[in-house]
């Protein structure tokens, strides 16, 4: 299994970004898919994620209406939009699979991508 982000980068405030996240060696379909962040000192944080054929999707409070995750299973890609971008959205961003729905059912991460909100 393998999950690559890409798509970070320096951003002004109320910019956009979109990341992806390139999976392989796995069925892709069968997996929801999601975005954590972190930033030094705190716990990793969920930032949304979705079910294998997009049916349902789950937002942290923080970021809803801003980002909109998505995913194609004909490219095992998944995307995070993120829109009207904060200060407060600074992180690592990580891809990662979960076994099932849950916040906990992570099993495999990528290796993280920067983005940093700054003027």
């Known amino acids: 299994v393998q999950l690559v982000e890409s798509g970070g980068g320096l951003v002004q405030p109320g910019g956009s970004l979109r990341l992806s996240c390139a999976a392989s060696g796995f069925t892709f379909s069968n997996y929801a898919m999601t975005w954590y962040r972190q930033t030094p000192g705190k716990e990793r944080e969920l930032v949304a994620a979705i079910s294998g054929f997009g049916s349902n999707t789950e937002y942290a409070d923080s970021v809803k209406g801003r980002f909109t995750i998505s995913r194609d299973n004909a490219k095992n890609t998944v995307y995070l939009q993120m829109n009207s971008l904060e200060p407060e959205d600074t992180a690592v961003y990580y891809c990662?699979?979960?076994?099932?729905?849950?916040?906990?059912?992570?099993?495999?991460w990528g290796q993280g991508t920067q983005v940093t909100v700054s003027p």
């Open positions: 990662a699979r979960w076994r099932y729905w849950g916040p906990n059912e992570y099993d495999y």
